[in-house]
């Protein structure tokens, strides 16, 4: 049973415009929601998260969106660049639980 | 990657025979897990530790079991492996803080089950 939800499951993204990922979810006791960047050959690594008491959070080029009523969240990737080209996870965790749900994945290629 | 190593880092094996991951740290972070990453369905809970001796069943434990003697050491073993573990496995850590919380990856370890 998937709790978390992804999509698209790959996406090409000219160098300079914007990457947008979706995520959504089921369980309304998930109350952190992180979106984790990988390279190739490597670990995921955090890129940014978001609890739900806000509805947007921002570190550079990268930007959630939160919409706690329709049960989603999304990240935006600003004037993307050839060097954001990664596999990029949503997750959330239910307060309390030291575990994380992960959403499939999204293959993000930025071409020049 | 914060502190933390798998090996070994590729291995080719036979279907039937056991098989043990390893992951250590450095971090001396309380929490421990391991994962598999496949195509399609992202990262996969298997098992995690939640302190020496303390484990606990994933999302997909089913062929694996682990062990926790220490602190820094989380053992992943396959008790006969399929050609269905064929996979990249990521062992991550935790500790719990009160204003943020981040799982720290591993480089991962490729295991091909022929």
């Known amino acids: 049973q998937q709790q978390v939800k992804q999509s698209p499951q790959s996406l090409i993204v000219q160098k300079g415009g914007i990457s947008i990922i979706n995520c959504a979810y089921e369980n309304t006791a998930f109350d952190y929601f992180p979106w984790y960047q990988q390279f190739p050959g490597k670990g995921p690594a955090l890129l940014i998260a978001i609890r739900p008491d806000v509805s947007e959070k921002k570190e550079g080029r990268f930007t959630i969106s939160f919409n706690k009523s329709a049960k989603q969240f999304s990240l935006h990737i600003m004037d993307s660049q050839p060097g954001d080209s990664a596999t990029y996870f949503c997750a959330a965790k239910v307060g309390g639980n030291e575990k994380l749900t992960f959403g499939t994945g999204t293959r993000l290629t930025i071409i020049p | 990657d914060a502190g933390i190593t798998q090996s070994p880092r590729h291995k080719v094996t036979e279907t039937g025979t056991p098989v043990t991951l390893r992951c250590h740290q450095t971090e001396n972070h309380r929490y421990m897990y391991w994962y598999r990453q496949d195509p399609g369905h992202g990262l996969r809970l298997i098992h995690y530790?939640?302190?020496?001796?303390?484990?606990d069943k994933g999302e997909v434990s089913d062929g694996y079991s682990v062990s926790r003697s220490k602190t820094e050491d989380f053992l992943l073993t396959l008790e006969s492996a399929t050609s269905s573990q064929t996979s990249v496995y990521f062992c991550a850590i935790s500790e719990v803080r009160t204003l943020t919380y981040e799982q720290y990856f591993g480089p991962g370890t490729r295991l091909t089950v022929t």
């Open positions: 530790s939640y302190g020496v001796k303390d484990t």
